[in-house]
């Protein structure tokens, strides 16, 4: 739940909303670099389906990456080549995701 604050730009969230790991000042410090328009198409857009709000988070996210930096895709060819020929000579080591999941499972048991 949003409520807007009369007098500032922000919109806040009611206390009991708040996700545990919210860190205030940085909620503070993203909102204040958030016009009215800005702030006025999130109340709207948080007021979307689950499926509407992702596929316009998608969509977002994809207009951000419309500028590529010279080089970048060249480079990230050579990269995935780089890799290829490590797996097809051996030099990389591949781990089976069953193995991977397991590990992984059993650091974040261990971390709780």
């Known amino acids: 739940m949003f409520r807007l604050l009369p007098g500032i730009c922000n919109i806040v969230p009611l ?6 790991y919210h860190d205030e000042d940085a909620w503070q410090r993203y909102n204040q670099v958030m016009t009215q328009q ?16 992702a596929a316009l988070a998608d969509s977002l996210l994809a207009s951000l990456d419309s500028t590529v930096e010279e080089g970048a895709e ?32 059993s650091r974040l048991k261990h971390d709780k």
Request: charged share 45%; hydrophobic share 40%.
């Open 15 to 20: 206390r009991w909303d708040l996700p545990k």
């Open 74 to 105: 060249k480079a990230w060819e050579e990269e995935v080549s780089r890799r290829i020929a490590d797996i097809d000579s051996g030099k990389a080591k591949m781990i089976p995701w069953e193995e991977v999941r397991e590990e992984l499972s």
């Open 38 to 53: 800005a702030l006025d198409l999130l109340q709207k857009a948080l007021s979307l389906s689950e499926e509407e709000r």
